[in-house]
């Protein structure tokens, strides 16, 4: 009585957890029946009642095979069989088990100790259709004693087979099906062993291209770190060549940008007239800026002008002329190109003279004019006494005529005349 309310217990809790977790018991379930047939199945010669045989591989009946079936069964006549079908939910196969137990011992009509018995499950859905077999184990083996002498002295228990309501047996527990069941087990387990390796072949040939290119990053980050300190030397050369180019560029514009003062003293020295003097000169670059005094500061700027080598000759200051003084003031400003080709010597007669010299007044007229301004008598005119000319030598450059610096000039004095003649 104990043990039938333990085991209904059982199976209520076990229906508990059956409908809490469905799903799961049916996945497992569905699992365990494609490990079990993953592998084929042993066949079986089931000897018949009627004294036929046949060949069944796990619930299959099957005309032949390829290979001799090693297991025996043999089936029970139908009188010697007590059925019993029932609905079961979804439980664990160990709770399944122990349910279907506990019907078989409470309709069993025969000794808990000469009881044998069997169950085959239906599909799992919802619930499960069990189908129970009972049989006397005293009858059993007095019928395989009396048709089938020769299975008693074999070295292997045949298996008993009770014939199911379906059309396929249901085998009885506690005879010869132990070592096909141990032999079905360890043909799953090896199954399970082939499947994992191949899994594991499969993620292996599927990492593999995955693998290879990590090694050929990784192989290629290497050489690349490699060569990186291999060339860092001459990458540091390199740079400190570049910044020596770029300061060598840097020292060619700033030169380009300056004029030579020495080579503009010696051009104004050559292009000035004579009557022409420079107070300063401020040479900023390309830019110069000259002060001086002339005698025509228009006709200055227009022959310097007209100079190939002075460019945007202008005059950024009026032109003073100090009251009594002979000569004008000026400012100019210009750029200079020193390696531009020089224009030869200006002629002469190619420029106006800057200020043409006064004519010669006599002694005689300069008194006769300052005697009527002061109301006397005009004495009489003295003959004009000839003006002698004045020596060749001692002429005055012609207009424009370039003049050379002496080859030994005073000591110290400038090499250059700006403007006027080197006396």
Partial sequence: MMDTTTTASRMNAGAAAGRGGSL???WREALAGWVGSAGPAEPVRLLRADGTETVWVGEREVAATGREPRFTAVELPEDLVLRLAL???LLQPADTEEALLLQARSHSPFAADDMVWGFRLGPAATSRRA????ASRQQVQELIRERWPALVAASQAPEVWAPGATGVPVVLRGFGEGLRLERAARNRRLDGILL????????????????????????????????????APLVARRDELARINDRLR???AAASDRVDPAAVMEHLTRVLPDDTHLLSLDVRKA??????HTADASALLQRLSADPRM?????????????????????????????APSSSTPDAGAMPP?????????????AVTAASANGGPAPSPAPAAPVAAPPAAAAPAAAGAAVKPSAAPASGGSPFAIGGSRR
């Avoid at 189908?131 to 009972?134: D, G, L, N, Q």
């Avoid at 192989?219 to 770190?225: G, H, Q």
């Avoid at 004008?328 to 020193?338: R, W």
């Avoid at 800057?354 to 300069?366: D, Q, R, T």
Wanted: without cysteine.
């Fill in 287 to 292: 830019k110069i800026s000259a002060t001086g």
């Fill in 354 to 366: 800057i200020a043409a010299a006064p004519p010669a007044v006599p002694a005689s007229a300069s």
């Fill in 311 to 339: 460019k945007d000759v202008r005059a950024p200051t009026a032109v003073t002329r100090v009251p009594g003084a002979a000569k004008e003031v000026f400012t100019l400003e210009f750029t200079m190109d020193t390696q």
């Fill in 250 to 252: 840097a020292a060619d």
């Fill in 87 to 89: 609905d079961l939910p």
């Fill in 24 to 26: 799961l018991a049916a």
């Fill in 131 to 134: 189908e129970i077999a009972i």
């Fill in 196 to 231: 994992a390796v191949a899994l594991v072949l499969a993620l292996a040939a599927a990492a593999t291209p995955t693998l290879q290119l990590r090694s050929r990053a990784i192989e290629a980050v290497e050489a690349y770190e490699a060569l990186a300190r291999r060339a």
